[in-house]
């Protein structure tokens, strides 16, 4: 896209800039956290594909709801979720998202339409048809937006949710973040035809292909389907090419992949991106630099209340398992 203009869009790209940053700083402070065995279980970080998430989920209205993965830190604070919860959430305690019961992979926000998570692969997406379909059941004009990587495009219910979002022309917008190595297996070695988006012709829906490295330009690309979704014209799958520039989680060196071929893409970094466009409309790197600041305190605090936040009671995984517990 062009260089923002008017101060109007430089604005806009300046708060789509804090969103990308605050998940980035999260991010690294998460991998702080991780790696001094304060956080356990699994985590997966969005360091590298911020665009994609804050892009994608810019073009949503409140009434609308998102279907995560595993890889869902960058998702939830996207869509507002607040960062003292979620961090206490990954430390696992009584204060987090949800009571510490789900962890890294399974953030949930019912007010705000967060429908979580999810630590199976691909599982999720014919959940994500069915919370489509009781929107247009009720005929409340939501949409619902579904975030995947290509490693679930081989599975079993990816085809199922896309088959039925087809028949019944739900209002879902299906998001495949392909970032070329799934868990730790490149593409060409997985997927017999590279671009996702053109199973969209199996099933009769339509289909988008953008790289996701300019944040307004992926807001701009799924805005367009998700106004096709409300108007009742039916699905789309879009595949949004990214690169994550950790592992696939804390526990993976990720040497399956050149030092070069991620310094490579490191150049094409979209916070640098952002903050290009953001000096070239005549910000002053003084002003980004501030806002850093304020993004790193608004983290730090986070991390203190995680850490100084209560334990969950004695017995609590037994909770939310059996009725008579609830």
């Not at 040497?255 to 409309?281: F, V």
């Amino acid at each position: 896209m062009s260089q923002p203009k008017t101060k109007k869009e430089t604005e806009d790209l300046l708060e789509l800039y804090r969103q990308m940053l605050l998940i980035r700083r999260f991010e690294e402070a998460s991998a702080k956290a991780y790696s001094m065995g304060k956080i356990g279980g699994f985590c997966h970080l969005y360091i590298g594909q911020e665009a994609v998430g804050v892009g994608a989920i810019s073009a949503l209205e409140e009434k609308d709801y998102i279907v995560s993965t595993y890889r869902d830190h960058g998702h939830a604070l996207a869509r507002g979720l607040e960062p003292k919860s979620l961090m206490a959430e990954l430390y696992g305690k009584k204060t987090g998202i949800v009571s510490g019961n789900g962890g890294s992979m399974h953030f949930f926000d019912k007010k705000k339409h967060f429908m979580g998570g999810h630590g199976i692969v691909g599982g999720h997406i014919s959940l994500a048809a069915g919370i489509a379909y009781a929107s247009k059941y009720r005929e409340d004009g939501a949409v619902t937006l579904c975030f995947f990587g290509e490693g679930a495009a081989n599975i079993g219910s990816f085809h199922e949710g896309m088959n039925l979002a087809a028949i019944w022309k739900l209002p879902l917008v299906m998001i495949c973040e392909n970032n070329h190595y799934a868990m730790g297996t490149p593409e060409y070695r997985a997927l017999s035809v590279k671009d996702v988006s053109v199973r969209a012709a199996a099933y009769d829906i339509a289909r988008d292909h953008i790289e996701g490295d300019e944040v307004r330009k992926v807001r701009e690309h799924v805005k367009v389907a998700v106004e096709r979704a409300r108007r009742g014209e039916g699905p789309t799958l879009m595949e949004i090419s990214t690169y994550r520039f950790r592992g696939h989680s804390m526990s993976d060196p990720a040497k399956y992949r050149t030092k070069e071929e991620l310094e490579k893409y490191k150049q094409g970094d979209p916070l640098i991106k952002a903050e290009k466009d953001l000096l070239s409309a005549g910000w002053a790197q003084e002003e980004l630099t501030k806002m850093d600041e304020t993004i790193l305190k608004t983290v730090e605090e986070a991390v203190d209340f995680a850490e100084k936040s209560e334990e969950p009671p004695l017995g609590w995984l037994y909770k939310h398992v059996y009725a008579e517990n609830l």
